[in-house]
Every structure is written in C-alpha cells, then in structure tokens.
C-alpha cells in the first residue's frame, strides 16, 4: 500500500504564494497519475486541482491555470504544487493522491491511494 505524506499548507493572504509537498513510500511508475485534489469546507465536492500522466502530461483546472504549477520528481518519489495568486475561494484541505494506470483528469474517486491532507486557507 503507497504511503503519501503532505506538506506546506498554511494560512495566507489573497495574492500571496503556498508550495505544497507530497513524498510517497514508494516508487509511483510512469504510466501512473499523480496529482493533487481538493475539499473546501462544509464538505464541498471534491475537485482535482492538477495531476500528471504518462510521459509527464499534465492537467489542471480551469480555476487554477496560470496560478498553479505541479512538478514530479521521480527519483525522489516527490510530487509539488506551486501556488501563486491565491484566492480565498482556493481555501480548501489539499491531497495528495496516485492512481496506478488511469488517465489524465481522472475522477477523484478514481484515485487508488491519497494521503492525510494539508489545510490551505486563503484571507481576503
């Protein structure tokens, strides 16, 4: 079973800058999607920020494109969000998560594994 640990979450004011890091137990392959989602509060939907693909595809959502930038390190097992301009509307607990196989954009639900989470909040 994949073990993935967030980090980085914090509080911030709108327009500032969060990195969020993810380090799984283990090796994730290449044809695998690893991505972040997330949950805003009152138990909001869950809607998958960014992940990447095979041969380093990625994906993101259209309320986070431009803002938001998602890196893999495969050596390290490790899996970044950049995020820049925030918006109290990015408030949100933020997980890491991987699919062995799937696709690119995949359904959250579609995710095998997802860590414990880290909290985002954003002030006006």
């Known amino acids: 079973e994949v073990q993935l640990v967030e980090s980085g979450g914090g509080s911030v004011q709108a327009g500032g800058s969060l990195r969020l890091s993810c380090v799984a137990s283990?090796?994730?392959?290449?044809?695998?999607?690893m991505g972040w989602y997330r949950q805003a509060p009152l138990g909001n939907e869950c809607e998958l920020v960014s992940?990447?693909?095979?041969?380093?595809?990625?994906y993101y959502a259209d309320s986070v494109k431009g803002r938001f930038t998602i890196s893999q390190d495969n050596a390290k097992n490790t899996l970044e969000l950049q995020m820049s301009s925030l918006k109290p509307e990015d408030t949100a607990m933020y997980y890491c998560a991987v699919r062995f196989g799937g696709y690119l954009g995949l359904r959250v639900t579609e995710f095998d594994y997802w860590g414990q989470g880290t909290q985002v909040t954003v002030s006006s």
């Open positions: 283990e090796f994730i392959p290449d044809d695998s999607q």
């Open positions: 992940n990447i693909g095979r041969g380093g595809r990625i």
